[in-house]
């Protein structure tokens, strides 16, 4: 990473942990000492029991939010009241929401806007599928899904999280050489193309992040952090990925 920008180390818990599994991961990390920000993305029935039991500096967040605050959307999450009891951050976009659930970019520029609007800090999820990659097409990918989902955005409070579809949950990482690629075609098509602060919005790496490959990966200047899922899951891993950082 460079620019003086900060590390961030992003887990997201996808649909796991047990209530005992939560306890133990919260006691285990109460004493870490990281230069890095902390953050944690429960699934949505336990962000009360994280941030009642969590140390202060951790933060946590939600893997989804609604486009709305309130009204007719069963089975949503209200950013309102997500940022009523405290929740720091939301991840919009991931490309199981995407490919699983239906979410296009529209639903999710809208999606962007309200959390912003709440107060919400937002870790937009962008990448391609290996079909769009063996095609040639990653650029165009990101591209579109940047300026679909971002359009008109200006906020201090987004993060990006480039994550190759192809990555998520295999064990197969992208390649220090394909990270790089992909992060310096995101800071500067922002730069070109949109009214995010090229230099100071956070660019994170997700795909199979291990605290066994974490250094190299921010051993690059256009990688300010990580999106884990499965290494962030238990506190000895989610410890090393901080420390190796
Ligand atoms: C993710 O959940 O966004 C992710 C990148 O998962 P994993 O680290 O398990 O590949």
């Known amino acids: 990473m460079s620019g003086g920008r900060d590390v961030y180390i992003v887990g997201n818990w996808k649909m796991n942990q047990s209530l005992e599994e939560i306890d133990s991961f919260l006691n ?13 993305a429960p699934q949505a029935l336990h962000i009360s029991k994280c941030l009642e039991k969590k140390p202060g500096f951790l933060k946590v967040g939600s893997q989804n939010c609604a486009h709305e605050d309130s009204g007719a959307f069963t089975g949503e999450l209200s950013p309102k009241s997500l940022k009523e009891i405290g929740v720091h951050f939301t991840l919009i976009g991931h490309s199981e929401r995407r490919s699983l659930y239906g979410e296009g970019d529209d639903l999710l520029y809208k999606k962007t806007l309200k959390a912003l609007e709440n107060n919400l800090y937002v870790i937009f999820c962008i990448g391609e599928t290996l079909e769009e990659r063996e095609a040639g097409k ?8 940047l300026s679909n989902g971002l359009r008109d955005i200006n906020s201090k409070n ?11 949950g295999t064990g197969v990482t992208a390649s220090p050489e394909q ?15 949109m009214k995010l602060d090229s230099q100071t919005t956070p660019i994170l790496y997700g795909g199979s992040v291990k605290p066994e490959n974490i250094k190299e990966l921010l051993s690059n200047e256009d990688i300010d952090g990580g999106l884990v899922g499965g290494a962030s899951l238990k506190a000895d891993s989610y410890i090393n990925l901080h420390k190796n950082a």
């Open 179 to 193: 990270a790089s690629d992909a992060h310096k075609f995101i800071r500067n098509f922002i730069k070109e193309n």
């Open 158 to 168: 987004v993060l990006i999280a480039y994550e190759p579809v192809w990555a998520i």
């Open 28 to 40: 285990q990390i109460s004493t870490l000492n990281s230069n890095n920000h902390a953050w944690i």
């Open 138 to 145: 990653v650029e165009e990918v990101l591209s579109e899904q």
